[in-house]
């Protein structure tokens, strides 16, 4: 345990040497010792708002976990159709922002339930907050969900955190730093063509006007790939394209809560993100293609064609 002189105990988490890169994380795990004032210290550097990005994730993590194995009292809600929201997403996004603003007060905030805050027009710092990523997944006891944290500032992504409560694994990035996963640099995959390829997608469910267009995409890269997966949690599909567990990604009408992160994630481990027609506009229309620069080229001309 160590005491950082501004009240808050840190304790470092981890010390790895990957390819001759020594990875330090060092994670705020611990209570401030000196409260709100000691908090309000923390620099809104990449390194303090990764620090922050991660307790945040925790904090999520930690109710994410708590109620999975007893869900007869979680109450669900259907936001639109096919989009639930439960008791669970809420306090994971209380505590999210709690965080953030015992840290970051004047930092803005984009969180799937709760909107923008009210200073976000004012500020450099943007989170972008989904609080539990696979919604769906958590009602049905499905363990396979995150929570997904990014950081803009000035409009650019800096930092992003996607964490999986249930196995214990978090994806982190830092701009021009790399992705790390759990203390271990990751990378996207190093396939060319797409028939060894194992593929994430999701189906346009809450968006069933582009279904047509989507079985077309689907059929003609399924034709020409190894398999194609659909497992329900947009932040960790993206992560484990980063971490080269899949070889790429596509899905359209994301929303900036379910990529902010994991772009990230998938750029800094050497992969590449675009939207439907090879552009970056994704952040725009929320249509995601994401693989390393090899096989995005080939699963792109497979769109194209498809189209
Ligand atoms: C959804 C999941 C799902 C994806 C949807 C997302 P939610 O997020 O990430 O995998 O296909 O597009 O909206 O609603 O569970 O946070
Ligand atoms: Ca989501
Ligand atoms: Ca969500």
Redesign the pocket.
């Known amino acids: 345990m160590y005491n950082s002189g501004g009240g808050q105990e840190l304790s470092i988490r981890s010390l790895t040497v990957f390819n001759q890169h020594r990875v330090t994380i060092m994670e705020a795990t611990s209570k401030d010792t000196r409260g709100s004032f000691a908090a309000k210290k923390t620099p809104a550097t990449p390194k303090g708002l990764l620090n922050i990005a991660v307790r945040a994730a925790r904090a999520a993590g930690e109710i994410i976990n708590r109620n999975f194995e007893d869900r007869d009292h979680i109450t669900v809600q259907e936001k639109a159709k096919d989009?639930l929201v439960t008791n669970v997403d809420r306090e994971c996004e209380n505590a999210i922002r709690s965080v953030i603003s015992r840290y970051y007060p004047e930092h803005g905030i984009l969180a799937?339930e709760s909107g923008y805050s009210k200073n976000s027009g004012d500020s450099d710092y943007l989170w972008v907050i989904?609080p539990?990523?696979?919604?769906?997944n958590f009602c049905k006891g499905i363990p396979h969900v995150a929570v997904s944290i990014g950081v803009k500032i000035k409009g650019i992504t800096s930092v992003g955190v996607v964490y999986d409560p249930i196995r214990n694994e978090l994806f982190t990035a830092t701009k021009g730093e790399g992705a790390i996963l759990n203390n271990r640099k990751i990378r996207v995959s190093g396939i060319k063509g797409l028939d060894t390829g194992i593929f994430a997608t999701?189906f346009p469910h809450?968006n069933r006007e582009h279904l047509d267009r989507y079985q077309k995409i689907l059929a003609r890269v399924f034709s020409r790939c190894a398999d194609i997966r659909r497992a329900?949690?947009?932040?960790l599909d993206l992560a484990y394209v980063a971490a080269g567990r899949m070889d790429g990604y596509f899905?359209l009408c994301?929303?900036p809560w379910?990529f902010c992160a994991g772009d990230l994630l998938v750029r800094e481990a050497g992969g590449v993100v675009t939207d439907f027609d090879g552009k970056p506009d994704y952040a725009q229309n929320g249509n995601i293609v994401a693989a390393n620069p090899y096989a995005i080229q080939n699963l792109l001309r497979e769109i194209k064609a498809a189209c």
């Open positions: 989009d799937e989904d539990l990523d696979g919604t769906s999701a809450r329900g949690t947009a932040s899905e994301l929303k379910d």
